[in-house]
C-alpha cells in the first residue's frame, strides 16, 4: 500500500470520526432537550408555568441546533444569528437546559429576558399561554391596594376606574351583567373617549410595569404567546408598540369584581368597588377586587 493511499484512508477515517462526533452532538443535544421537556410535563400541574418552560425550552433547542429559519420565524431578521436567554436577575447567559425551567420570582412582569446575537438587542419578555385559563392581566386587586394610594403610580386613575366600576355594579345589581363581562358591555368606555385613554394607560401599567404593590423588578417590553405549540412574538419596547398591541387585545378584554384578595376589614376607601353578592340562603359575599383577563 503507497504512502498516498494510507494518507487518503487515514483522511476518510479522520472526517469519518468527525462526522461520528457531531452526530453524536446532535443526538446528545436532542436526548436532552427530550429529557427536559418531559421533566416540565410531569413536574408542573400549572399550565401557564408549563407553557412557560416549554416554550423557553423550544427556543434554547433550536437555537442550539442552529435552526436561525426557525428563530427567524419568531423573532424575525434580528435572530438570524442566533439568541442567548439571559438569567433574568444576572444577565447571564443560561448553558444548561434544565435551568429554563426555573420559576420567575414573584413581583416580575417579564417572565425571561432573550438577546439577539445580531443586534445585542435584549427583550424583557412577557410569556402569554393560551392553552388552559384565559391569561389575566391583572389579578384580584381591592381599591387600598398600594398602587392606588396617595403616591401610588396609578393613584391619579381612581376616578377612572370608579366610573367603569360603578357601571359594572349597577348593570350586577340589575342582573344586566354577570360576574365576568367582556368591557363592551361598559357603555362609559364607549361613550367617552378620555376615559378609554385613561384605561389603556392602565392597561399597559398592569401589561407590562407592576402590580399591585408597584412597580416591577423587571418590566416586560415584549410579548410571547403560546398556543397550541405555536409561539407570537410581539415587540412592545416603545409607546407606540404598546398601546397598538393593547388596542390589538382590547376586545377581548374581560373585568369582574372577585372576593379573593379582598381585605379583612371593609374600610370606606374600598367601598366604592364592592359588589354585594347576594346567594340563595341569604349569605353576602363581598366582591371588591377587580380581576382583569384576556378571553
Known amino acids: ?69 426557525k428563530l427567524i420565524e419568531i423573532f424575525g431578521e434580528e435572530a438570524s444569528e442566533g439568541i442567548s436567554i439571559l438569567d433574568i436577575n444576572t444577565d447571564d447567559e443560561i448553558v444548561d437546559i434544565n435551568k429554563l425551567s426555573k420559576k420567575t420570582p414573584s413581583g416580575y412582569k417579564a417572565d425571561c429576558k432573550i438577546k439577539m446575537k445580531k443586534t445585542n438587542n435584549v427583550y424583557s ?5 393560551k392553552n388552559g385559563a384565559n391569561p389575566s392581566i391583572l389579578n384580584h ?12 403610580p396609578l393613584n391619579n386613575m381612581v376616578s377612572c376606574l370608579d366610573k367603569i366600576i360603578q357601571e359594572y355594579i349597577d348593570k350586577r345589581i340589575n342582573k344586566i351583567i354577570g360576574e365576568d ?6 357603555m362609559c368606555l ?40 405555536k409561539i407570537i412574538f410581539k415587540k412592545c419596547d416603545n409607546i407606540q408598540n404598546k398601546k397598538e398591541y393593547i388596542e390589538s387585545i382590547y376586545d377581548k378584554i374581560v373585568i369582574s369584581l372577585r372576593d379573593k384578595g379582598m381585605p379583612k376589614v371593609i374600610n370606606e376607601y374600598c367601598k366604592p368597588w364592592v359588589f354585594d353578592d347576594i346567594k340563595p340562603d341569604g349569605s353576602i359575599k363581598y366582591k371588591g377586587s377587580l380581576h382583569i383577563r384576556i378571553k
Open 1 to 69: 500500500m503507497t504512502s498516498d493511499t494510507m494518507e487518503k484512508l487515514t483522511d476518510n477515517f479522520y472526517k469519518l470520526d468527525v462526522v461520528e462526533h457531531e452526530r453524536n452532538k446532535i443526538l446528545e443535544k436532542k436526548n436532552k432537550y427530550l429529557s427536559a421537556k418531559k421533566n416540565i410535563l410531569i413536574n408542573n400541574q400549572n399550565i401557564g408555568e408549563k407553557d412557560e418552560g416549554l416554550s423557553l425550552l423550544y427556543i434554547y433547542h433550536i437555537n442550539e441546533m442552529n435552526d436561525f429559519d
Open 125 to 129: 419578555i412577557s410569556i402569554k399561554s
Open 141 to 152: 386587586t381591592p381599591r387600598n391596594a398600594k398602587i392606588f394610594q396617595k403616591g401610588g
Open 181 to 186: 363581562t367582556p368591557i363592551s358591555n361598559l
Open 190 to 229: 364607549k361613550n367617552d373617549n378620555l376615559l378609554k385613554e385613561k384605561f389603556l394607560k392602565i392597561l399597559s401599567y398592569f401589561l407590562f410595569d407592576g402590580t399591585g404593590k408597584g412597580y416591577s423588578k423587571c418590566k416586560a417590553d415584549a410579548i410571547m404567546i403560546y398556543k397550541s405549540d
